[in-house]
């Protein structure tokens, strides 16, 4: 990841994708380690529910400081929708970066 950015970067990770990844079971189990690697920082939810995708969008909305890193078709569609909050996701085996919407450009 920080070969693709080409910075240092700390990933973050929200109470509320560790508990959907849990619900997930046995097929997700090498996410969920990953997920616990302790490298990762914890971002604590004040929400009730463990829908992680409501509070991926809210706090990308809230803070817009954050790169989402997902392969999720629809959680993709809903970043793109805010403006300059980058995406990041596995293309070829390979981590890709879209470029930031909206942003201005260095005139």
């Not at 997930?24 to 302790?38: C, E, N, Q, S, V």
């Not at 604590?44 to 989402?68: E, F, L, N, W």
């Not at 805010?82 to 260095?106: C, N, Q, Y």
């Amino acid at each position: 990841m920080m070969d693709c950015l080409y910075a240092k970067c700390i990933p973050c990770i929200t109470d509320c994708v560790m508990a959907e990844l849990e619900k997930l079971g046995p097929k997700y189990r090498i996410a969920l380690r990953t997920a616990r690697d302790p490298r990762f920082e914890r971002l604590p939810c004040s929400h009730k529910g463990t829908y992680a995708d409501d509070c991926i969008v809210q706090r990308v909305i809230q803070h817009r400081c954050y790169i989402v890193a997902t392969c999720d078709k629809e959680l993709k569609r809903r970043i793109r929708k805010v403006a300059g909050v980058p995406l990041m996701s596995i293309v070829s085996h390979k981590f890709s970066i879209e470029r930031l919407p909206d942003a201005p450009t260095g005139k």
